[in-house]
């Protein structure tokens, strides 16, 4: 078969076996299950790569699995990746009651995407035009929620990192791969030039209580410290540069327990994003200045935690110009965006960062991402276009003895993955100021 006969075979099949796929993305849809708790999600997967003959490596990042398919020719290995979380949409109309966890980001669509892909490249009619190898990888927490769960994941020595896929990398999961892709859920097909990075900070300022009322005198306001610090860091806002693309929000998970009292104690937790890993930095930076200010300004204390990040993701221009003419494939005619700029995060930064890297956007649903509206509007679209869509890529990478795949392979990357554990480990530390 020539490339466009096998790209015509390939969506053929998946049109022929779209209410296998169909079944199996609303199946998934039913099973939501939170970070580093997708037991019954991996296990589905399991089924699924088994049933195709594939061999597994299982408990990768406590639920993480991975497929390998080797055309055995020479060539760069593609991993196709798939999330197995969802996370905490308590009005979901798909919510599990008990967990609240719902699939409001469409990962179970993006993760049937993989499969689907996996069914169809592991024909041996379709596997034998290919060359190089295909790694299915399907990776737990990308959401990260339940963060005190997490935590004490990561205080047994059961992990090292919240992102699924951080903890991929750490423990070797991707180090063969030359060429990561991955499809996620939206309301029309399109691609961004960038996601932000993120650190999550967790700041508790320590004051001394005494009666609010009597003698406020003899306290220090742990709430007022707090107030400063954040005000100090509002009038800051017009030093972040446009480009880096900063977002600074948050909440109170603590702040006192009597009115009468002074409190002397108040959480602040907030997420630093921006485009590039010294963006983050600098804001980060920033925060942790305020917070020293608002300490000496109040004779009070303070302790920034530094709790974990996401890298920014990179864009490759060569890997968006394939996918942007397999969707002129797979949806002739509809408009096709890029060059977005995301200021949301995901872990697929991370890889970005060590991987030339597609995280492409597939249409079929409804509503705004992690609300409750966020709804499958479409069947064909989210569940058997989206497979589609990354089976096609991959044919264009490892398709003619996988030259293009091999160029891109070579394409150069911001970091080793040693820069990259050690810029990890700076997301992850404590200060105190006195
Ligand atoms: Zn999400």
Redesign the pocket.
Known sequence: MNKDELKKYVCDYLDKHSSELIENGEKLLRMPELSYKEFETSAFVGEIFAALGLKEKTNLAITGRRADIDTGRKGPKVAVLGELDG?IVPNHKFVNPETHAAHG?G?HAALNAMLGCAKVLALPEVLKNLSGSLAFIATPS??CQNLPYIASLIDDGRLKFFGGKSELIAEGVFDDVDIALMAHAGTENFTVSGFNGFVMKRLVFKGKSAHAGAYPDLGVNAVSMMRAAMMLLDSQRDTFKDEDHVRIHGYIPYGGEAVNVVPDKTVFTLQVRGASPLAVEDASNKVDRCVRGAVTAFGGAAEVQNIFGFMPLINYPELDEIHRLNVGIIAPGVPFKTGIYRPSS?DMGDVSMLKPSLHLYFRGFEGT??TDGFLVKDKKQAYVDSAKMLALNVIDLLYDDASCGSMIAELPIPMSKEKYLEQMQSFSSVIKFE
Do not use: D, N, S
Request: proline share 0%.
């Open positions: 996370l980001c990962h990308e959401e995901t991402a992690h």
